[in-house]
């Protein structure tokens, strides 16, 4: 790829508190070479070569989505018009998940993918759990959904973590996998092993990591072949921890101790793990979390939207959790939302401000969420960094006098004009360059709902 310079009216380079003006950021083969802040003042463009792409506004690293389920975006505006919690709320998703095969599967998350470039997402950790047929019997090809996935992707034109599920059981005391849920499950954790190790796609914007769905889902004497796994082919493992009270009661009555217990207990903690979720830990499993440098994914469109609680994230972030962000289920694609639920959620919890400054929520959305994917050198607007970028307004009727520090405050997915990921742009005035997101929305969720 040619040398591509582009002038960012405002960026916000690594360690700085705000961001700066007048920045010249050049790339080439996908990675930044350089990013200069200019001096001597004068309007923005002087002394800059007439090939720079001019950014106006405020540019930051891609957004790093931790936390997917690409196909819970068909469930948005259909599961408000009733009473109910997040296991009422999961039988609907179950209704969804019947319906998926590899080609609706890669056209729903394409599209999906695709309002995530939209909103400045670079990056996406998949946690996927949906492998085999409705019935449980796999495809001819058992990785086939998986490989939808990767497509997707692909078309998308963002990077992928494809954290392939374990899903063998449907309770903590190991009841069987029944109607959908069959069609998660490999019977074991050792033939989930051979399938994931089957699935090496070559494309240069994917990595496949691995992921516990819950304590609930594999038994107790498997989690540690998970987690080995993993650690053996030094890829990310992700486990939803702690999402609802109920798991925590179950996980107690069974095995006598918290699910973060029981996954320190069997060695899946540790730096490279991300408990995600997290919402009702005890203050001992806090501790477990921070001590291990365990990270912790923080989904709070999600956790709000199915009345799942609001989680201990400063006291985590104090541990020694590191601290990422995702959409999840997709109630909303929107990391600026996200980010900023973080601290607005924490002064509802405790009644006081000022839990999260904006730097701690930008690192949260960018460089953290990024090395929970496996993508360690990516996140920052630094020479010998992938060239990913995202362009905010600060003209609109959203952030129209908004200094550029507050745009985690103040921006929605909405104000992002350009993204550019490994330095191809992907998004330009707003627009996706290669998907009719509406359109493809529109027509893969009516696929999968009618």
Request: proline share 6%.
């Amino acid at each position: 790829m040619p040398l591509t310079r582009w002038l960012a009216e405002y960026a916000w380079l690594p360690d700085d508190a705000e961001p700066t003006p007048d920045v010249l950021i050049e790339a080439t083969d996908g990675r930044f070479t350089a990013v200069t802040p200019l001096t001597g003042g004068g309007p923005p463009a002087a002394g800059v070569e007439v090939d720079a792409v001019r950014l106006p506004g405020l540019t930051l690293p891609g957004l790093a989505n931790a936390h997917s389920h690409a196909f819970h975006r068909a469930l948005r505006g259909r599961t408000h018009d009733r009473r109910g919690d997040f296991w009422s709320w999961r039988d609907l998703m179950y209704t969804v998940a019947a319906r998926l095969d590899p080609d609706s599967y890669l056209a729903l998350a394409r599209a999906t993918y695709a309002e995530m470039a939209l909103a400045g997402i670079t990056c996406v950790g998949e946690f996927h759990y949906l492998h085999h047929g409705p019935d449980g019997t796999p495809y001819d090809d058992s990785n086939a959904m998986s490989a939808a996935l990767v497509e997707a992707a692909a078309h998308a034109g963002i990077r992928l973590t494809l954290l392939d599920a374990a899903y063998l059981t449907a309770t903590v005391d190991g009841e069987p996998l029944v109607g959908p849920q069959r069609r998660f499950g490999d019977g074991n954790a050792l033939r989930w092993a051979d399938r994931v190790a089957a699935f090496r796609p070559e494309d240069g914007h994917v990595q496949v990591g691995a992921a516990i769905h819950s304590v609930r889902a594999v038994p107790a004497d498997q989690l540690a072949t998970v987690a080995n796994l993993a650690e053996r082919a030094g890829v990310p493992l992700h486990v939803h921890v702690s999402e609802q009270p109920a798991e925590n009661d179950a996980c107690r009555a069974v095995h006598g101790r918290t699910p973060t217990r029981l996954l320190a207990d069997h060695g899946v903690l540790g730096p490279h793990t991300t408990a995600v979720h997290a919402t009702h830990p005890t203050a001992a499993d806090v501790a477990l979390l921070g001590d291990s440098r365990t990270g912790v994914c923080l989904c709070p469109t999600t956790e709000r939207d199915l009345a799942d609680g609001i989680g201990p994230a400063r006291r985590l972030a104090e541990a020694g959790s590191p601290l990422s962000l995702g959409s999840d289920s997709h109630a909303v694609v929107d990391l600026f939302e996200e980010a900023r639920a973080v601290e607005l959620d924490e002064r509802l919890r405790t009644r006081r401000r000022g839990h999260f400054g904006a730097v701690e929520l930008l690192a949260a959305a960018t460089v953290t969420g990024h090395a929970a994917l496996g993508w360690a050198d990516a996140g920052r607007l630094a020479a010998g960094f992938r060239a990913d970028l995202v362009t905010v307004r600060l003209d609109s009727a959203r952030t129209a006098g908004v200094p550029p520090v507050g745009v985690f405050f103040a921006a929605t997915a909405a104000d992002v004009t350009q993204v550019v990921v490994d330095g191809r742009t992907v998004v330009a005035d707003g627009r996706h360059r290669t998907v009719d997101v509406p359109t493809e929305l529109r027509d893969a969720i009516a696929e999968v709902t009618s």
